[in-house]
């Protein structure tokens, strides 16, 4: 399927992206922001395309939120490797997605994915918070400004407006981890029907 093909290679290109960051050299980190650019679009790509070739399954929107994952773990871990973020931001990160996603998997059993039409959330202020187009879009935005100015502000030359791409890379990355906690609660609130209790 033409839509995974894309989840499995956005997923890949993550990873050399950022192995072309542990090379100190701006010409390389601009080529790393340009494949960021890349994996970002992607990630809408696949979503196109599952939707024009009729190719939406529950497989596939397993494998997007797998490949969503992948690209932000690897991103925010690599950045603290580098020393460009504090050690807060990806254990909040991979915490939130340990927690949401198994909660999912178990919602998942049962018949209901994390979007679309069967979506787990059921009141009105879950399905804005985590599956509106509004909030996914916000925090895909915000998470992709940060991904890819977090590279331009740590470049080793100046450039004249450095310190305001500074600002907008690391505010940017502020505001995901709010999102993406914020996200994260209707799910835990939520998941608690499918726990019957005894």
């Not at 950045?79 to 990160?93: E, H, Q, S, T």
């Not at 399905?127 to 509004?134: G, T």
Request: hydrophobic share 55%; net charge positive; charged share 15%.
């Amino acid at each position: 399927m033409v839509a995974n093909t894309i989840t499995i290679l956005r997923s890949l290109l993550s990873f050399v992206a950022i192995a072309m960051l542990f090379y100190t050299s701006d010409k390389v980190y601009v080529a790393a922001f340009v494949l960021t650019i890349i994996v970002i679009w992607m990630d809408g790509l696949d979503g196109f395309f599952a939707r024009l070739l009729n190719e939406s399954s529950k497989f596939g929107a397993v494998l997007d939120i797998l490949g969503d994952r992948i690209v932000e773990n690897v991103y925010w871990i690599s950045f603290l490797a580098l020393g460009w973020i504090p050690l807060w931001i990806p254990l909040v990160i991979v915490s939130r997605g340990i927690i949401t996603d198994g909660l999912r998997s178990i919602a998942l059993e049962q018949g209901y994915t994390a979007f679309g039409s069967s979506t787990m959330m059921q009141s009105k202020i879950g399905k804005f918070i985590v599956a509106s187009n509004f909030c996914r879009f916000s925090y895909a935005v915000f998470k992709a400004i940060a991904f890819a100015f977090l590279i331009l502000a740590n470049m080793q030359g100046e450039y004249q407006g450095k310190e305001i791409v500074n600002i907008i890379a690391y505010s940017s990355a502020y505001i995901a981890v709010f999102f993406c906690v914020v996200r994260g609660i209707p799910v835990i609130i939520e998941s608690k029907r499918f726990f019957p209790s005894k």
